[in-house]
């Protein structure tokens, strides 16, 4: 595609850089803005939904009002003539997170630091009412800063509920995400009891999610193991293995905290990602 030198809306698109369940990412260029942008294009078979595509659009108005370090930042959405609808995000230059750890194991101090990246990220998000309902290393992008410090920003918000706002809601008080009722959302991996069992969902779900990314990092391996299905079934009923029973030896503190963010029980998780954010202050600083 990036041959035949595509022109989306104002964006002369390049070389491919990613895929997920909405769309192909792209590397672009804008016709009268300087630098570089990343482009989702939608795919077609969603883009015929005029459903799927409102749904997309008040995501991204959300999104685009998420202005923080941590997070790549949303610019905005565009329908074209053909009815294809795309949108216009920061590029972000680095590696995903899974693409890293494939590559390297984090310091106990650097993985803190990361975490609190992460954990900044979805307070922002939370306090504008967004639970992002799919965090996951690869939606985790990686770069250097200007020191040798490792710098966060939280992808892909596409997936996403609305607690609140003005936004049209379901029966439940939720606003529609990007799918159907009865299609399970995230990625089986990192999908906490609650989505597993297609239930309602709150911020907490976000901080299980983080607590799988959390317990990879550490422990360097998935905290569950096999078929999709299986990973889903063990996230709805299986409790985690600390990461001591592993052989890896952490901070107790730190294990605790791990552990507490994989609580089956929503109401057994740190309350907020506020709480967790404090608790990761004080390891860091102790």
């Not at 942008?37 to 108005?61: C, I, Q």
Request: glycine share 10%; net charge negative; proline share 5%.
């Amino acid at each position: 595609m990036a041959d035949e030198a595509v022109v989306v809306g104002a964006y002369r698109l390049g070389r491919r850089i990613g895929e997920g369940r909405m769309g192909v990412v792209y590397v672009a260029t804008h016709r009268e803005r300087p630098g570089r942008f990343a482009v989702k294009v939608m795919h077609p078979h969603l883009a015929e939904d005029e459903n799927k595509v409102g749904r997309l659009r008040r995501l991204s108005e959300a999104a685009a009002n998420l202005v923080h370090p941590n997070i790549a930042q949303v610019y905005e959405f565009g329908e074209t003539e053909d009815g294809g609808a795309h949108i216009a995000m920061e590029y972000c230059e680095g590696s995903s997170l899974d693409q890293y750890l494939a590559r390297q194991r984090l310091s106990v101090v650097q993985a803190v630091d990361l975490l609190i990246q992460i954990v900044q990220a979805l307070s922002h998000a939370h306090r504008h009412g967004i639970v992002h309902r799919d965090l996951k290393p690869a939606n985790i992008m990686i770069a250097w800063g200007d020191g040798a410090e490792l710098v966060v920003k939280v992808l892909d918000f596409d997936m996403a509920r609305f607690l609140g706002g003005t936004q049209a809601r379901d029966h439940r008080g939720w606003e529609g995400g990007l799918t159907l009722d009865w299609e399970i959302v995230g990625t089986p991996g990192y999908m906490s009891p609650e989505q597993a069992r297609h239930l309602e969902v709150d911020p907490r779900s976000d901080l299980y999610a983080l607590g799988c990314i959390a317990y990879e990092i550490l422990v360097g391996a998935p905290l569950f193991f096999g078929a999709p299905w299986e990973v889903m079934l063990a996230h709805a009923s299986q409790l985690a293995a600390p990461p001591s029973s592993r052989g890896v030896v952490l901070p107790p503190e730190l294990e605790e905290l791990v552990m507490a963010c994989l609580a089956k029980k929503i109401e057994e998780r740190p309350a907020s990602a506020d709480e967790l954010l404090q608790r990761l202050d004080r390891l860091r600083d102790g």
